[in-house]
Every structure is written in structure tokens, then in C-alpha cells.
């Protein structure tokens, strides 16, 4: 029988459809929870959609599940982890409810652990992976204390964040106050009402009315660059991985726009023990900085499919066919990217369409799904649109401030500009 697979994603990101392509070239029926809008809906994958509602996202989630009736639920971001979580922790008396969650996460009161990034390098510390020192952070005195052990620059961090946010840089003692005191306050309602508007995500209004609590880490900083993990894991045993180097990322800390993927056995050896010690199942990636002696740190983990997990590198390496090879004997695969060098498909473009890495790396289009192209490329002009007619509201701001401050010297009659 062909397995279903329900894709539970409350963001409109591309990355879920190229996993809704990658379970359904593994013989499995794909459906999906995401926002209207979503890329995943335009997917010639996807068998049905269901609607998520930024309000009412439990209520969302049980009438996908009742409708889908899934063999496997596939997080595809923080938040939807989160809310499938939560439906557990609700699932009292609904036991085929529970034994669903169970099955796709594996140790669902293992994440917890996960989340909590102080408390999970403690324990990768324990199963003897290298890992930068840690520390919870309450208080500004707990504060002070780590970075009297931290030393700077230093990294402080927030729980549940994702995406590149939740994370800043410290180089002396004042920033490290302004990080801890802005990751550590919640939102003004004003504020949260305002980003829903213009970011039009309703998340943004449940900010405002049930601001959650945020537990914040300090981390000592560990330079190097960015390498990573995706892995595919049933009950503890890795299913299928992917290990790779990040060439080019967004930004500091963004998602990656160029990986290599590379055989490095620290990596390998990470993520057996981690998906061994927490009883993990599903797709999951970790973090690390590879340092200039070539040696990985692990520096968090991201419980729910990244960006990596869409990649498919072959049998073992294919974490959609890895995961369905687990519920059914009929599971196919795609076929294999055959470069070890990956271009992920806008975001390389629209950081620089002169990348040479665009012609001579595996540029990662989804040509086989011409609508999600289609919708990538449709989003990826409205974002050029609002960046251009964000910087022509900074260039008018500084036009009319310079005008404003242009005065008359009324001693000596000339005429001076302030900048």
C-alpha cells in the first residue's frame, strides 16, 4: 500500500515542496498543511492541501490529520514542530493520535531537551561530541558570569528561534547587555500588531496577545565556517544522511545559498549518537563550525527537515526515499545529483547572477516542477520589489534629512549643509 505523508509547514518557504517532490518520488502520497500562498500548493506533487490558520493552528493541524489520516507527520519548520507538540501534549485518550506523533518524531519528550540549546550541547557534551561551552542565561548577573568564563566575542541565543533570528554577536560587555535585553524582552503589543501588518502574518497578532517567555544562552563564539548534517532517523537509527560544508550563506548567520557535501566521519559519528541518545525519528539537522584545523563543533540542533534534507545525493542519501523505505518495501528515489557542489535555487542568484558557482556547480531549479518554479520566481520579484522601494523610502528619509538641516548662518551669511 502506498504510504501518506502529511508535510506540516506554517511558512510559505520553497524548501517544502522540493520535500513534497522528494516523497512522492518514493511512491508516497503527499499532502500539506501550509498557509495560502505557500509554494508547496502550486507542487504538481501534492496530492491535497490544508489550510493553516495563523490563529487557530491546533485546530488546523487535528482537522489535517482527521482529513489526511497520514502514516507520517514531516515538520518543516520550528513553528510547526511546536504545534505538533503541543497536539500531543492534548492527545490524552487519542491514542492512534499519539502513536502518529510517536512514529514520526520518534521520543516526542525528548524534544524539549533539543530545544533547549544550554541543556542539548550539555548532552552532546556527555556522548563526547565537541561542542562550544554553553551557558543558561536568567539574569544579568548570570550574564556577567558567563562572559567572565566566555571571554568575547561571544554568541547569545534564544530558544525556539529560527531562520537566522534569536541570534546576535557580542564583542564587549555593553552589546552583550543590549543582545540579553532584547532577546530576553518580549515584543511591545504595539510592535507585534504593527509587524503583522506589514509582514501581513498573522503570527504576529497571537505575539501580541499570548507573548511567550524566552529562555536565552550565551554562547563562547568558536571561528570557523559553517558545515552541517541532515539526517533521516527511525527510532533511533540514521536512516539516511547528508553531510556538507556551507560555501556561501545568507548573511552571518542566513541559511545557505552554496554547500558541498563531504565525507567527514566527526560529523558522521554526531549524528549517530545524537539521534541514538534522544530516540529521534523523522528528518532533522544539526549545526556546526568547522575551525581552521578542520576539526566540527556542534553548535545546535534543528529538530524539523532543513533546507539540506531536500537534497537528493542517492540511496542513503535521499532522506524522503530513507524515511519511506521505513513505512513501505516499494519506496522509489529521484535521481541522484551527481556534483558534490550545490547551488540552492533563488538565493545564490539573487545575491549575485554573476556567481560562477551558478554554471559550475549542481544548480538546484526544480525544473521537474515547472508550477513551484513558477511561484519561486514570482516571489523572489516581489521581495526585489520591496527591498528597491525599501531603499528608495531610506534615500527620500536622508534626502528630506539633509534638506531639513540645511540653514542659513545668519553671523556670516553663508550657507552650511549638516550631515
Same mark, same amino acid.
Given at each position: ?257 552554496? !554547500? ?22 523523522? !528528518? ?133 549643509? !549638516?550631515?
Amino acid at each position: 500500500m502506498t504510504a501518506k505523508v502529511l508535510l506540516v509547514s506554517s511558512v510559505g518557504w520553497p524548501s517544502v515542496a522540493r520535500l513534497a517532490a522528494g516523497f512522492a518520488w518514493a511512491s508516497c502520497a503527499v499532502e500539506a498543511l501550509a498557509p495560502a500562498g505557500a509554494v508547496v500548493l502550486s507542487s504538481r506533487y501534492l496530492s491535497r492541501w490544508h489550510s493553516y490558520r495563523a490563529l487557530f493552528p491546533l485546530a488546523s493541524l487535528r482537522a489535517a490529520i482527521e482529513a489526511a489520516e497520514p502514516d507520517l507527520l514531516v515538520c518543516c519548520d520550528d513553528r510547526s514542530l511546536s504545534h505538533v507538540l503541543e497536539l500531543y501534549r492534548r492527545s490524552a485518550g487519542k491514542r492512534e493520535l499519539a502513536l502518529l506523533v510517536e512514529r514520526s518524531l520518534g521520543n516526542p519528550r525528548a524534544i524539549p531537551r533539543l530545544i533547549s540549546r544550554s541543556n542539548f550541547l550539555a548532552e552532546a557534551r556527555a556522548e563526547g561530541i565537541r561542542v562550544p561551552d554553553t551557558m543558561a542565561i536568567g539574569s544579568d548577573e548570570d550574564l556577567d558570569d558567563a562572559l567572565a568564563l566566555l571571554g568575547f566575542p561571544a554568541v547569545l541565543k534564544s530558544d525556539g528561534s529560527w531562520g537566522g533570528e534569536g541570534v546576535l554577536f557580542a564583542h564587549n560587555a555593553t552589546e552583550a547587555k543590549a543582545a540579553f535585553a532584547k532577546l530576553a524582552r518580549s515584543p511591545s503589543r504595539p510592535r507585534s500588531v504593527a509587524r503583522a501588518l506589514r509582514r501581513r502574518d498573522a503570527h504576529h497578532l497571537g505575539d501580541a496577545i499570548f507573548p511567550a517567555p524566552r529562555n536565552i544562552s550565551a554562547q563562547r563564539f568558536v571561528s570557523g565556517s559553517p558545515a552541517a548534517s541532515a539526517f533521516a532517523s527511525w527510532q533511533g537509527e540514521i536512516a539516511g544522511a547528508i553531510y556538507y560544508d556551507v560555501i556561501v550563506a545568507e548573511g552571518a548567520i542566513g541559511p545557505p545559498n552554496v !554547500i558541498r557535501r563531504v565525507d567527514c566521519p566527526e560529523i558522521h559519528e554526531a549524528t549517530l549518537k545524537i539521534a541514538k541518545r534522544f530516540g529521534l525519528s523523522g !528528518i532533522h539537522g544539526m549545526d556546526f563550525i568547522r575551525d581552521a584545523q578542520g576539526a566540527v563543533h556542534l553548535i545546535e540542533i534543528n529538530p524539523r527537515a532543513t533546507q539540506g534534507s531536500t537534497l537528493a545525493f542517492g540511496r542513503g542519501r535521499d532522506l524522503p526515499a530513507a524515511l519511506a523505505e521505513r513505512l513501505t518495501p516499494a519506496a522509489g528515489i529521484r535521481p541522484a545529483i551527481t556534483a558534490d557542489t550545490v547551488v540552492f535555487f533563488p538565493r545564490e542568484w539573487q545575491r549575485d547572477p554573476a556567481s560562477h558557482f551558478l554554471t559550475s556547480a549542481h544548480h538546484d531549479v526544480p525544473w521537474d516542477d515547472p508550477a513551484v518554479l513558477l511561484a519561486i520566481l514570482r516571489s523572489a520579484a516581489r521581495t526585489a520589489h520591496r527591498s528597491a522601494r525599501n531603499l528608495t523610502k531610506e534615500a527620500s528619509k536622508t534626502m528630506t534629512s539633509t534638506v531639513c538641516l540645511k540653514r542659513s548662518d545668519t553671523t556670516g551669511g553663508a550657507q552650511r549643509t !549638516i550631515r
